[in-house]
Nanobody, 125 residues
Framework: QVQLVESGGGLVQAGGSLRLSCAVS????????VGWFRQGPEKEREFVAA????????DYADSVKGRFTISRDNAKNTVSLQMNSLKPEDTAVYYC??????????????????WGQGTQVTVSS
């Protein structure tokens, strides 16, 4: 069983930055591709970014490309999401999720078996 715990959320002004972390326990994180998703008020859960097991492959939603960076430290069993130039529309609960493959379906929430509890990010205008 894999457990994921997000941290690093908070309140920030537009244009500011936050760094989210996802701590993985139960299994070594190097065995899993990890994705970040978010869900705003009254919205569907949407893909933000994903990273392959080795970290060599990454993918981003168009809405965050150039502003967010996903990275991982397999030695520390963590995956991070650096968020810069934040906008009010980035306000959401952010979730990390893990799956055993990094494939074309990596942007689909239903393809991930393991999820964290989420961390709130609020961007004020």
């Amino acid at each position: 069983q894999v457990q994921l715990v997000e941290s690093g959320g908070g309140l920030v002004q537009a244009g500011g930055s936050l760094r989210l972390s996802c701590a993985v326990s139960g299994r070594t994180v190097s065995g899993y591709a990890v994705g970040w998703f978010r869900q705003g008020p009254e919205k569907e859960r949407e893909f933000v970014a994903a990273i392959s097991q080795s970290g060599r492959l990454t993918d981003y939603a168009d809405s965050v490309k150039g502003r967010f960076t996903i990275s991982r430290d397999n030695a520390k069993n963590t995956v991070s999401l650096q968020m810069n130039s934040l906008k009010p529309e980035d306000t959401a609960v952010y979730y990390c999720a893990a799956r055993e493959t990094y494939s074309s379906s990596r942007s689909q929430p239903g393809q991930y078996a393991y999820w964290g509890q989420g961390t709130q990010v609020t961007v004020s205008s």
